[in-house]
């Protein structure tokens, strides 16, 4: 039996970050495991939070045995002490997985937007809600940080089980075998 693959989907927060699962195997609809987020507000200190983040993003990769992680780039904003700090929360989650040998993915916002509404000016309510129906959870106990994080990790599904790439790689398999069998009706 053949075992599923795990992708933890990451929003990085200094304050609030965004964490979901979902587990599938090749071009079968996505299963989703778990997703929330950790809320740091009530740590002071920031190296603190780092800390909470390193911890639960390496509970989560042990706890399903995570093989690939998703992760939201930063955006690039106008205040930069802000986007030093999301930096840091972004690369504490990105060493949590790395110390655990996990693959990690990184899309860009606008990216991750178009990967699941089709255009990516879409806000965070609608990414939450085309979520809602793809997995069917509850919009009244999520939030938009968790559907973040499941927006990251569905994107990363859809890479890598994206039809036309399976498709292309079909078509290069075709013509190598063709190739192969027909040496004399290659011209140089």
Request: hydrophobic fraction near 40%; glycine fraction near 6%.
């Amino acid at each position: 039996m053949m075992s599923k693959n795990i992708i933890l989907g990451i929003d990085p927060g200094t304050n609030i970050l965004g964490y979901a699962l979902i587990s599938y195997l090749e071009a079968e609809k996505p299963e989703l495991l778990e997703f929330g987020h950790l809320n740091l507000q009530k740590f002071d200190d920031h190296f603190l939070k780092l800390k909470n983040i390193f911890a639960h993003v390496s509970s989560l990769i042990d706890k399903y045995k995570v093989s690939e992680m998703s992760i939201e780039a930063p955006f690039f904003g106008k205040n930069v002490q802000s986007m030093l700090k999301l930096g840091r929360a972004q690369g504490t989650a990105i060493s949590a997985g790395l110390s655990r040998s996990v693959e990690i993915f990184e899309y860009s916002p606008r990216k991750i937007k178009i990967s699941i509404t089709g255009t990516g000016s879409a806000s965070k309510e609608q990414v939450a809600n085309i979520l809602q129906h793809t997995f069917g959870f509850s919009q009244t106990v999520v939030s938009l940080d968790a559907t973040d994080a499941l927006a990251a990790a569905l994107c990363h599904y859809y890479q890598i089980n994206n039809p036309a790439q399976r498709l292309n790689k079909k078509n290069i398999s075709a013509w190598k075998h063709f190739i192969k069998d027909n040496p004399g009706r290659i011209k140089n």
